[in-house]
């Protein structure tokens, strides 16, 4: 079955040093999601990503956060200067379609801020 | 905007009994309502959904309840089995939306 492939499955990073969690979705999906999930929290939204651009982000997602693809397979957040409540769980999702929400996960990149 | 709210946090069953998760939505808009399964270590897995023109979905031991008038919905695992334990969430989408929002997850563990 394809996966969504998360790399790597963990970080440790400086405080105020940037950091690239990297995603593989599944290659015949159009629509990319970053979530996160700070320990013992809810699984919470950070941005949804189609055609190049941001479709929507929520307010987590501010100045600091990023996300790319920079090539046909790749899906990038960057953090450019790490807090340590940015320490979280953060999983990358693919859909194929617009409103399907057949939303496949990846295992996640479990971030710590130190 | 869609607030989730999802009970019990934590449930403990009897091999072979079932076992019930219960969620409540704010957005009356939402009309998709997925369920995940998340073992440790490992992301969400979709287990069921259901969108909102329909009021019930089952599949095998699984099935899924929607009431939109109460703006609920439950997951209902029959004949559970060790291998069912692991955390559940139950999520929303709102009209107009596509980000999935979450419940705070249920720890469901099957006792041999």
């Known amino acids: 079955e394809p996966e969504v492939t998360q790399t790597p499955s963990h970080q440790v990073t400086q405080m105020g040093q940037e950091v690239i969690l990297r995603c593989v979705p599944i290659?015949?999906?159009?629509?990319f999601y970053w979530y996160r999930q700070i320990l013992g929290q809810k699984v919470e939204f950070l941005v949804s990503?189609?055609?190049?651009?941001?479709?929507?982000k929520s307010e987590i997602f501010d100045d600091q956060f990023s996300v790319e693809r920079p090539d046909g397979s790749n899906f990038t957040l960057k953090i450019r200067s790490t807090k340590l409540e940015d320490s979280a769980m953060y999983f990358c999702?693919?859909?194929?379609?617009?409103?399907?929400?057949?939303?496949?996960f990846g295992s996640g990149t479990r971030l710590t801020v130190v | 905007g869609e607030n989730v709210e999802q009970h019990p946090s934590t449930l403990s069953v009897q091999e072979g009994d079932s076992a019930v998760i219960k969620c409540t939505y704010s957005?009356?808009?939402?009309?998709?309502f997925p369920w995940y399964k998340q073992e440790l270590g490992k992301g969400p897995q979709l287990i069921i959904d259901?969108?909102?023109?329909?009021g019930e979905k089952k599949d095998q031991r699984i099935a899924v309840t929607l009431n939109k008038t109460a703006k609920h919905f439950s997951l209902h695992i029959t004949e559970t089995q060790p291998e069912d334990s692991a955390v559940y969430f139950c999520?929303?989408?709102?009209?107009?939306?596509?980000?999935?929002?979450f419940g705070k997850g249920t720890k469901l563990t099957v006792n041999p």
């Open positions: 999702a693919s859909s194929g379609t617009f409103r399907d929400y057949g939303y496949t």
């Open positions: 290659s015949n999906h159009l629509y």
């Open positions: 990503f189609y055609n190049n651009e941001i479709s929507e």
């Open positions: 957005d009356s808009a939402s009309n998709y």
């Open positions: 259901i969108r909102s023109n329909v």
């Open positions: 999520a929303a989408i709102g009209g107009g939306s596509e980000k999935l929002v």
